[in-house]
């Protein structure tokens, strides 16, 4: 992946290039909430924006903040303001932080309006409008009326071809990307071109149909895959193991089978769990450690077992090069979230160059505690952006800021 013609906040602001210019910056403020208190549960996403929000501030800019916040039917809000995350910025920044009524109109015109260089203001969730998901231009053009320069920092959002990532960018002729931004792709792309060998992949997390694609491209250059969490039950059935009461996906039996076959014909080696934590249900108090051959009837499979942990681990510390997505089981519980955690410690003390894909495993990593997420060499902020990425997709995000689109930009 080539970042060609994609410029950064940093080449914009030179020359007080930014200096009491409107700058809209695209960030991903999508923060778990927790769904009785509301409150913020993982607040990564909105530290991670705090570099390029420096330079924009330093420069003088007059900053509109914009992001999206889960996915709100039509004409439903609540629990779905952006309040929260303005405020938990506040926090960390000591910055002012004014929450506009709205993304769009005469409400977040007159605050921008009155914005003096410096100042800070955050509009509305970007999906209350149906016309965001839609990358709908005439809403485009609304936010395009808002602004002088466009940044695009939401690394985790680029994989959606939505107006404010996708259709608003090439609306504006001085566009860039973030820190963030270029963090991730720089990080992925190492992943991407050439990564140095032995590379081993660790994928995990409850379904194989979720992973189809990324399995398949990374069949084409790891040479270790190993595979945990729930998905790799349907593995271990698919070669003929009795998992008795553990989930697994019966209709993709046969894809397991094909993935199996298709690494073998590649030269890759697929690596699964030789020993799992097994309980008889999920809110069990305790779990068992045995053998993948003698998994008692009326138990599942909920976590991978100290054998396994052994065997992904030394993989992974032989490796140069190593890609981790998705939990080793159910980690939330903790009789079952030493697999989740034991990998995760392996792995930020590795010699090798160490990511960590976003979602489940990157909220697992920081959950493992601050040492374990700083021995990380990156980990991503975006889920499905992180993967896509991984499986060789170009994301319209990204593909929005090079220079050479947009005709308005030309
Ligand atoms: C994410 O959390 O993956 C991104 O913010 C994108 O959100 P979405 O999956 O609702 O489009
Ligand atoms: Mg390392």
Request: one cysteine or more.
């Amino acid at each position: 992946m080539k970042l060609t013609g994609i410029r950064s906040i940093e080449d914009l602001a030179k020359d007080g290039g930014l200096a009491n210019k409107r700058v809209f910056i695209r960030v991903d403020y999508n923060v778990p909430l927790d769904k009785k208190t509301g409150a913020i549960t993982d607040d990564a996403r909105i530290r991670e924006s705090l570099p390029t929000l420096k330079v924009a501030v330093d420069a003088g800019a007059k900053v509109i903040l914009a992001s999206h916040l889960g996915r709100p039917k039509p004409g439903k809000k609540e629990g779905l303001s952006l309040e929260p995350a303005g405020a938990r910025l506040a926090e960390l920044t000591g910055y002012e932080v004014h929450l506009t009524d709205d993304c769009i109109g005469d409400g977040p015109k007159k605050v921008i309006h009155d914005l003096r260089a410096g100042q800070i203001c955050l509009l509305e969730n970007l999906r209350f409008y149906e016309e965001e998901e839609k990358d709908d231009e005439n809403f485009a053009r609304q936010l395009a009326e808002l602004t002088d320069i466009y940044v695009d920092d939401a690394f985790g959002a680029a994989h959606r071809a939505h107006a404010s990532v996708h259709a608003l960018p090439r609306m504006i002729r001085d566009r860039a990307a973030g820190l963030l931004m270029l963090k991730e792709l720089r990080s992925l792309a190492r992943l991407l071109d050439r990564p140095e060998k032995p590379y081993v992949a660790v994928l995990g997390g409850a379904k194989v149909s979720d992973k189809i694609a990324v399995v398949e491209s990374l069949l084409n250059v790891v040479d270790t895959l190993c595979i945990g969490g729930a998905m790799a039950n349907t593995f271990l059935a698919a070669q003929g193991k009795k998992v008795a009461a553990s989930k697994i996906e019966d209709d993709k039996l046969p894809l397991a089978r094909t993935i199996l076959q298709k690494a073998r014909d590649r030269g890759a080696s697929v690596l699964l769990p030789v020993d799992v934590v097994v309980a008889k249900s999920l809110d069990a108090e305790s779990g068992t450690a045995v053998s993948v051959d003698a998994i008692p009837d009326g138990t599942m499979a909920l976590d991978i077992g100290p054998k396994t942990v052994e065997l992904f681990g030394s993989a992974i510390e032989r490796a140069k090069t190593v890609f981790w997505n998705g939990p080793m089981g159910l980690f939330e519980s903790k009789p079952f979230s030493n697999g989740t955690f034991e990998i995760a410690r392996i792995m930020s003390r590795a010699e090798g160059f160490t990511v960590v894909g976003g979602g489940d495993s990157a909220a697992a990593v920081r959950a493992a505690g601050d040492d374990i997420a700083k021995g990380m060499d990156h980990i991503s902020t975006g889920g499905g952006a992180a993967l896509e990425l991984i499986e060789g997709r170009k994301l319209p995000g990204v593909e929005a800021l090079r220079s050479s689109v947009g005709e308005e930009a030309s």
